[in-house]
């Protein structure tokens, strides 16, 4: 509840810097990118206060160079993920204690720290760890994580401001917005690391004490983060950083009685794997646990008859293609209109050959390399399988690499039935399959859409028919959480449209809202009347 009403920044979205030849900021991100691969770091856990380093360690590699060493991260067990959640449980009082606003303030420096002297090196990190080009770290990285701060302070005090809107006469009436009782366990996903950031930051920005576990491909810019929640004063023990192996931190957290929620990012089958743990454990709790998660995608493009080609393409190259297609959101399957099939295919392979692949230090690259070897080899399968089968054409790529780094060709798979394995399975790397259809078919297009797939992330619709565009968006109004008409389906904006999908893709908490920040807070409602009955006789009775 608010102990004061102060004036917090109006939020707005951070500007996005173009990095252009010439340009300031390029010069700074190359000087970052050349200062981050000078040295080699030492990357420890952050439990309480403490910099914990330990003898087992894990390498750091860029994905497009693996044999350039960026640096080791300490590795913990399981005495490191105990300790972690006692330091989360003592500094407990003392920070959901401390006033809303002081709370505000950490998170909103931080934001201003990223925007400001840790822009180029949270950047050059994600591009080095993460094999993100400039823009794609720019986007993630400096303005998402810095609007998604920003924004959910916003948030978070009209929260506060929420109260009952009566009160009569001799009493008063308020609700109290409690911290849940016990610690969050933020689980976060390699190719974001705005969602890396946000997803401990914001159960913290509630009151929470968190312990965080990244993915070891994002360690490199974890670090990074933590820096900065430091720097911008980020109490000790509010959120611990540890890197051990899931199942055994998982074994420890989820069958400890203050676990009170989980904040996911990560594919589905861990997820459900980890609500079935969560359940069999539900009497061990102090308080039913808030399960929050995002998970995998089967994202679509529909390209209706009225189409226009060149938006057709340019939305499905973007959408399939940017961050080597490792985006839940990303653009896996598109359905195309027959009559619009050759000019949209004729842009598509002119823009294709323009694309170069290589290294992210190199700006003129648009595709970098995929996330690592077991991403690299999963998806060289799929390609090697589709080259065996003579229902497949493909039209487009269909190479790989692993020589020098994880490189995967964009590929564009043709298929005759539309329900073609990798029309239907979660690939997440750049290999796009498209269907082409009879115009006519158009309705029963939408059925086979909405039914191909256990997932409901994200799906666009191009079109020019006004009446199409109605049907298709009622239609498919439960096949995805994210709906785009006449762009694709990637690059969801914080305060613009709140991310999330229900179905196989997760539990539709919109991460970048107010609703997120809701699942983070238990509601106390309080009464108190000022002249209360001393009769217990009612009216009726005398």
Not at 215 to 236: C, H, K, S, W
Not at 246 to 253: H, S, T
Not at 491 to 502: D, I, K
């Amino acid at each position: 509840m608010l102990k004061g009403f102060f004036n917090v920044p109006a939020p707005v979205n951070e500007p996005i810097l173009g990095y252009a030849p010439g340009s300031k900021e390029r010069e700074l991100l190359e000087a970052a990118l050349k200062e981050a691969r000078s040295k080699q770091v030492e990357i420890p856990m952050y439990i309480g206060g403490q910099e914990v380093h330990t003898e087992k360690k894990g390498n750091l590699n860029p994905p497009h160079d693996h044999q350039h060493l960026l640096g080791k991260y300490s590795i913990g067990n399981k005495d490191h993920v105990v300790k972690a959640i006692d330091s989360a449980l003592a500094s407990k009082a003392t920070w959901e204690n401390l006033s809303w606003e002081h709370r505000a303030a950490i998170f909103l420096k931080a934001a201003d720290l990223i925007a400001g002297p840790y822009r180029y090196k949270l950047n050059a990190a994600t591009m080095l760890g993460q094999s993100k080009n400039a823009y794609q770290a720019e986007i993630d990285a400096a303005c998402e994580f810095i609007d998604f701060l920003r924004f959910n302070v916003s948030y978070m005090t009209e929260i506060y401001k929420q109260q009952p809107p009566v009160s009569p006469n001799g009493s008063w009436n308020r609700v109290e917005q409690r911290p849940l009782e016990g610690f969050v366990f933020a689980l976060t996903p390699f190719n974001f690391t705005a969602i890396a950031g946000n997803l401990p930051a914001s159960a913290a920005m509630m009151g929470n004490v968190v312990v965080w576990k990244p993915a070891d491909t994002q360690v490199y810019a974890a670090n990074v983060i933590m820096e900065i929640f430091r720097e911008a004063g980020l109490p000790d023990g509010v959120i611990n950083l540890i890197f051990v192996d899931g199942p055994e931190a998982g074994e420890v957290i989820f069958n400890h009685p203050d676990f009170a929620g989980i904040h996911f990012t990560g594919s589905t089958a861990v997820f459900q794997n980890i609500w079935k743990m969560i359940g069999t454990n539900i009497h061990k709790y102090k308080t039913y646990p808030r399960i929050v998660g995002e998970t995998g995608g089967k994202d679509f493009i529909l390209v209706h008859e009225s189409a226009d080609a060149d938006v057709s393409s340019t939305a499905i190259i973007r959408g399939a293609f940017e961050y080597q297609g490792q985006k839940c959101s990303a653009a896996s399957r598109v359905y195309i209109a027959e009559s619009r099939w050759p000019a949209i295919k004729n842009n598509m392979l002119r823009d294709l050959a323009t694309f170069k692949m290589g290294g992210t230090e190199d700006f003129s690259n648009f595709i970098n390399a995929v996330i690592d070897e077991k991403s690299f080899d999963k998806l060289a399968k799929y390609i090697d399988a589709a080259k065996a089968d003579s229902s497949v054409e493909i039209i487009a790529g269909g190479n790989y690499d692993k020589s020098k780094g994880w490189f995967i060709e964009p590929t564009i798979l043709v298929v005759k039935d539309p329900k073609y394995t990798t029309m239907c399975e979660e690939l997440f790397g750049p290999v796009l399959t498209i269907y082409v259809y009879k115009d006519a078919d158009f309705d029963e297009v939408l059925d086979i859409i909405d039914s191909t797939s256990v997932y409901a992330l994200t799906g666009a619709f191009i079109a020019q028919n006004r009446y199409a565009i109605e049907k298709a968006s009622h239609h498919l109004r439960n096949a995805a959480g994210n709906f785009y008409i006449n762009d694709k389906c990637t690059g969801a904006v914080v305060g613009q449209q709140p991310f999330g999908g229900a179905r196989g893709s997760g539990t539709n908490d919109k991460a970048g809202s107010m609703i997120n920040l809701l699942r983070w807070v238990s509601p106390r409602t309080i009464k108190e009347t000022f002249d209360p009955p001393k009769d217990y006789r009612y009216p009726f009775l005398k």
